[in-house]
């Protein structure tokens, strides 16, 4: 959207990463394009992802859960943009924002005119259990199994197998799902990520060139 009047007033951008619990915010919003309206409510979650495929966590808010808020700034106490109001719940119980630290990053991006095309790696993982982590030898138990590795895709060209164990990504140590396709799909395609893998009782570096991801999949990928 683009307006031809110059020195509009402008929310303040503040730090959606020190955000707490119980912290009181507020939305502004204009529901169904009728009255504008200011919702409060607190802070009820952090970290917490809608969507497997989501490349960040959402923050889970009560104000601004009404159907039609999505688009609405969410600020704190001083006033301060923390996040953008992307989703509610039916029954207008809660609602969803992207954290600003995410906006942040790309808005620089955005205003040259840029198109964010976020990575993707080509694998279908789930939960290491205690059982499958003795069983391979991964001790303590930790890290993302991979169930198959999709042919064409980054992970198939990085020679990542299916049975790997993937520990970490650039160094970062994951323990779940989300965490892994939190770091995966937050990192733009083209970029190189280096992936720490238990093999076969050892462990092993994969550089892996991330891909767009593809429109038809679906499911706990990443």
Do not use: C
């Amino acid at each position: 959207m683009k307006v031809e009047r110059k020195e509009l007033p402008v929310l303040a951008l503040g730090d959606s990463d020190g955000l707490k619990v119980g912290e009181l915010v507020a939305s502004l919003s204009y529901p169904f394009g009728r009255e504008s309206s200011l919702s409060f409510g607190i802070i009820s979650r952090r970290g917490r992802s809608q969507n497997v495929l989501a490349g960040f966590d959402f923050i889970q808010t009560n104000a601004g859960a009404s159907a039609g808020s999505s688009g609405g700034p969410l600020v704190n106490v001083r006033g301060e943009t923390v996040g953008m109001v992307t989703m509610a719940s039916q029954n207008g119980a809660m609602g969803f924002a992207v954290p600003i630290s995410v906006i942040k990053n790309i808005i620089p991006r955005l205003e040259k005119g840029e198109k964010i095309v976020w990575g993707w790696l080509g694998v279908r993982v789930s939960e290491l259990t205690l059982e499958a982590a003795d069983k391979l030898g991964v001790s303590p138990a930790r890290g993302v199994f991979v169930n198959s590795v999709l042919p064409g895709q980054p992970a198939e060209k990085g020679k990542i197998l299916p049975h790997d164990v993937i520990l970490a990504v650039n160094g970062v140590e994951i323990d779940n799902p989300r965490e892994l396709t939190r770091l995966i799909s937050g990192t733009e395609a083209g970029s190189e990520v280096r992936l720490t893998i238990f093999r076969k009782g050892g462990v092993v570096q994969r550089s892996v060139i991330l891909a767009p991801k593809p429109k038809e999949t679906e499911g706990r990928e990443g």
